[in-house]
Structures are given as structure tokens and as C-alpha cells.
């Protein structure tokens, strides 16, 4: 919670499953459960209509980080109607370590700094191992 008294709330969503394994990722490493919302998937409500009933129990003055998985595919775009409210933050291009990121992030500081940087640090953690030193790509291994 903010010093403020605003929550934030996360929210995944992607095609497929993509959300849920995420979230499920997320939960498994850091203990911590995050809402996700299939899309397309056969035989489940559509997704933005659980996605808005879920945004309708949140206070107006909470802030709502979404997440998708691609800029310019069907769920993102509907998501991107959502940034009217003031309140919604939309991030694409998630994966694991941006997503458990912003979700550790401390409430204290500004969200879009904190999505920033969450980009950048995941951008930066996208790499082509062959082209990674064998003794660069394994040191700290052992932490896992």
C-alpha cells in the first residue's frame, strides 16, 4: 500500500495461457499471487469482460498495472482502451522477469519510473547465450 492509501494491482493477460503461466511462475518463485486472464481459450468467459469486473471492485484511486504479452496483437489493443482511466498503466512485452519485477517494486516509488525501469532491466536480461562467455553465463548460476 502506498503512503497515500492507494493499492496497486496487478493484472496479467495474454493469449492463451501465457498469463496464467506467468502468474503461476510468479508464485512459485516469490510467494506472491497476481491476477491473470486467459484469452481465446476455448470454453473460458471472454477475457475482457472478467478483466473489467474485476477493474469495477478496485477503488477509483488505485492504481491498475496490466500486463500483455505483444504490442500490436488483439489483447494488447484491447487493453490500450483501458489507459483512458487515468488510474490503468498498460505494459506489453511481458515475460517473467519484467512481470516479477514491477511486482516487487516497492509502493513508494512512482509507478511509471518503476515500469521504466522494469523494461529496461528485462530488455537487458534478454540475451543470445552463444554470444555469452562461458564463464560470464555461469557465474551466479549457483543462486538458483
Not at 22 to 44: K, P, Q, R, T
Not at 63 to 72: H, N, P, S
Not at 75 to 81: E, F, H, I, W
Amino acid at each position: 500500500m502506498k503512503g497515500d492509501g492507494r493499492v496497486r494491482h496487478f493484472i496479467l493477460t495474454g493469449h492463451s495461457h501465457i498469463s496464467e503461466g506467468i502468474a503461476s511462475a510468479i508464485e512459485f518463485v516469490l510467494g506472491i499471487s497476481v491476477s491473470y486472464f486467459n484469452a481465446y481459450v476455448e470454453g473460458e468467459e471472454f477475457y475482457l469482460d472478467k478483466i473489467l469486473a474485476e477493474i469495477e471492485k478496485y477503488p477509483k484511486e488505485d492504481e491498475i498495472i496490466i500486463m500483455t504479452d505483444i504490442l500490436g496483437g488483439s489483447v494488447n489493443n484491447d487493453m490500450m482502451k483501458l489507459t483512458q482511466m487515468p488510474n490503468v498503466h498498460l505494459i506489453c512485452g511481458t515475460n517473467l522477469a519484467l512481470a516479477a519485477q514491477i511486482v516487487m517494486a516497492g509502493d513508494e516509488q512512482d509507478i511509471g519510473q518503476i515500469i521504466r525501469q522494469s523494461i529496461q532491466t528485462a530488455r537487458d536480461g534478454i540475451q543470445y547465450c552463444n554470444e555469452v562467455a562461458v564463464s560470464d553465463g555461469l557465474d551466479g548460476l549457483d543462486d538458483f
